[in-house]
């Protein structure tokens, strides 16, 4: 009798509502890096015992995509995460500063559960284009900060910080 009443309801035309979910993008700096005197450098030891630590801060965060910089200090950053979600690290395009207005724009139309790995200076220029709050530009020794940008389906913003252990002053 229920599937008779469910299909019922279904043929005069009832619609359950959708319920759309808040976009939720997480912004990272790489880890830290080695200075070897290359514009690619790959992570420390502690870089890449840094990434670990974003990781395990995140292993319950059902991602639905990571996106990186074409760099390997910041794929090395999204490696773990994107490995525990079984998903591969997607190139961001182009992440410079004239470009953070059109990134903005896409990774809010994209929707779901976002990892975006970038730089000192792109990391906290994303989450203030995305939130429409000015945000101050991380020193070249913090690598511990986890922007958190939800996006209700209404547009309205809201940045949380998190931070990844050992933290940085």
Known sequence: MRHFLFAAILACGFAFPAYAEATVIYL??????????TKNPSLTPGGVARAGALAALLKDVPFTKVYSTNYKRTRMTAALVAAQENLDISP??????EDMPAL?????????????VAHSHTTPMLAAELT????????????????????????????TIQYTEPRTP
């Open 28 to 37: 990272v700096r790489h880890t830290e890096k080695q200075h070897d005197g």
């Open 92 to 97: 961001c395009g182009k992440c410079s500063p």
């Open 104 to 116: 903005a724009k896409r990774l809010k139309d994209l929707g779901g559960t976002i990892l975006m």
């Open 132 to 159: 429409g709050k000015p945000l101050p530009e991380l020193a070249e020794h913090q690598y511990d900060h986890v922007y958190v940008v939800t996006v209700e389906d209404s547009g309205k913003t809201t940045l």
